[in-house]
T-cell receptor, first 110, second 116 residues
């Protein structure tokens, strides 16, 4: 059974600081996805990582994938309040469906 | 505009009632999914479908039913057998199992179901 873990589950950080969210998964997969969810809203796709060593960047967020370690990271640079949200990673389950991690709730404080 | 439309946005159900949540997509995607999200929690898979007239149970299918008669539509019925249905329901779609595929799942805006 495919399992996806994230840590930390809760993250409170000050504006301007850097931090990394980690996503581990339990089975072989070379496709990893990051999503953002604002309170009361649906999920918005942030990054699609399709191969080992893939790195994608958008603004203050950068995602990477290490398929050998079964690890993806979401790095936040110089956080701003607008980044406050819950971030989910997800893994494609052998083409059948998507398994999501529990989410990391990020609060960026002034 | 291409996308996924869920309706209604809010739904109230009385004890013992069946209710149906609508999900329609015009992205020409083969695969569709239903997830349930409880407050402060992650997403749990209810049902998924890779092709018309075929669907599979996810991790928490008990008390739910689906149909996939058309490529564009994947309605979810919450039956009276689902004892704790109050949650946020999210429908998603993706290209599906094509060579070079496995794009991300795209989500609708969700339906918030409350038992009264």
């Amino acid at each position: 059974e495919l399992k996806v873990e994230q840590n930390p589950l809760f993250l409170s950080m000050q504006e301007g600081k850097n931090y990394t969210i980690y996503c581990n998964y339990s089975t072989t997969s070379d496709r990893l996805y990051w999503y953002r969810q604002d309170p009361g809203k649906s999920l918005e796709s942030l990054f699609v990582l399709l191969s080992n060593g893939a790195v994608k960047q958008e603004g203050r967020l950068m995602a990477s994938l290490d398929t050998k370690a079964r690890l993806s990271t979401l790095h936040i640079t110089a956080a701003v309040h607008d980044l406050s949200a819950t971030y989910f990673c997800a893994v494609n389950n052998y083409g059948q469906n998507f398994v999501f991690g529990p989410g990391t709730r990020l609060s960026v404080l002034p | 505009d291409g996308g996924i439309t869920q309706s209604p946005k809010y739904l109230f159900r009385k004890e013992g009632q069946n209710v149906t949540l609508s999900c329609e997509q015009n992205l020409n995607h083969d695969a569709m999914y239903w997830y349930r999200q409880d407050p402060g929690q992650g997403l749990r898979l209810i049902y998924y479908s890779q092709i018309v007239n075929d669907f599979q149970k996810g991790d928490i299918a008990e008390g739910y039913s689906v149909s996939r008669e058309k490529k564009e539509s994947f309605p979810l019925t919450v039956t009276s057998a689902q004892k704790n249905p109050t949650a946020f329901y999210l429908c998603a779609s993706s290209i599906g199992r094509h060579i070079g595929g496995y794009t991300e799942a795209f989500f609708g805006q969700g339906t918030r179901l409350t038992v009264v």
